[in-house]
């Protein structure tokens, strides 16, 4: 039997997905699973030894999506997020059976139609995907392992040395990510992630890290300029997802917004500190991550201007905490 698992979206809904794609590769009838993802999610996807094959959607017309779809010989599909486009492409390829949930007029072409109310945020992204799929497989076995991407010791110590050997670090690492990016709408400024590193500049044995994305030049340039005088390392991932997962898996802690680089981070197994909205929409309880539950530390950031800088007062204490246990 071959599933087609459909999520198309960004980095972090992708790895929202990740769960659902170990859990239907390890079912007692031993699918052949083929995931299809946005291509920014494609080195990952393969990376993964949980998908047989993976199908990049790069936006074409619904017809030119199902002739790709249409060569996976797919038994049933799962769509975890759905929209008119992949739904109406799957219905074209003649997929026998197609799941996704029951939203909006996407859900037409769909032969199961699930009723999941995700709005209400009953559970995690992650979670919703796993009941999903239980559709197809009741007796889905919905655990599944922590780390979830798990890469060999020698590839990950490879990634790591490289990166030690170019910036002369021989002290554990801790990463701050200030950029924004996906569903995440809340998040300190740059001088308070600053801040957040010099709190951190007196506590011994540990080497500050500001990480950023290849599209974020000028977000690093303005950080060099702010960070002048302190001892942090600047660096852009710029050698693709998986090496930026591998090098991730190395930190002893990373801290950021609720952005995809957070939901790698846990995917890994690194431990995070996690900023989101105050809303039910971008609240931890909808994107909690993937990862072991004990290593993540959420931080939901207030509206109002007075709370803020108490909240951030209480993530500098707390940040120095985590970090004199490195």
């Known amino acids: 039997m071959t599933v087609l698992v459909v999520r198309t979206d960004k980095l972090g809904d992708f790895i929202t997905a990740l769960p659902t794609l170990y859990a239907l590769k390890h079912h ?69 059976r197609r799941i996704a949930p029951a ?99 007196d506590v011994s044995g540990i080497q500050p890290v500001m990480t950023f994305g290849p599209d974020e030049t000028a977000l690093r340039t303005e950080a060099a300029r702010k960070t002048r005088g302190l001892d942090v390392i600047l660096y852009t991932s710029d050698d693709g997802l998986v090496a930026f997962a591998q090098l991730l898996a190395s930190f002893r802690l990373f801290v950021s917004t609720s952005t995809g680089t957070y939901h790698l981070a846990s995917a890994v197994g690194t431990p995070t500190m996690t900023f989101f909205a105050d809303t039910l929409f971008a609240s931890v309880k909808r994107w909690k991550a993937v990862g072991d539950a004990a290593k993540q530390h959420p931080y939901m950031l207030p509206a109002d201007e007075e709370k803020r800088a108490e909240m951030f007062a209480r993530v500098t204490t707390e940040l120095r905490e985590l970090v004199s246990k490195v």
């Open 28 to 96: 007692p009838s031993q699918p052949r699973v083929v995931a299809c993802v946005a291509p920014l999610n494609r080195e990952l996807a393969e990376a993964c030894d949980f998908i047989d094959e993976v199908v990049t959607d790069d936006g074409a017309s619904p017809i030119q999506l199902a002739a790709k779809l249409r060569r996976v010989g797919a038994d049933a599909s799962l769509t975890l997020f759905s929209n008119t486009r992949v739904a109406l492409a799957q219905f074209l390829a003649r997929i026998p």
């Open 103 to 201: 939203t909006k007029l996407a859900q037409f072409f769909y032969t199961d139609r699930v009723v999941q109310r995700r709005s209400r945020v009953e559970m995690a992204e992650y979670a919703y995907n796993l009941a999903l799929a239980k559709t197809l497989f009741p007796d889905l076995n919905t655990a599944y392992r922590r780390p979830l991407l798990a890469f060999s010791e020698a590839e990950r110590a490879a990634v790591y040395r490289k990166f030690c050997d170019r910036y002369g670090i021989s002290k554990p690492v801790v990463a701050f990510h200030p950029g924004f990016g996906g569903s995440s709408d809340a998040n300190w400024m740059l001088d308070q992630y600053v801040q957040l590193v010099a709190s951190i500049s």
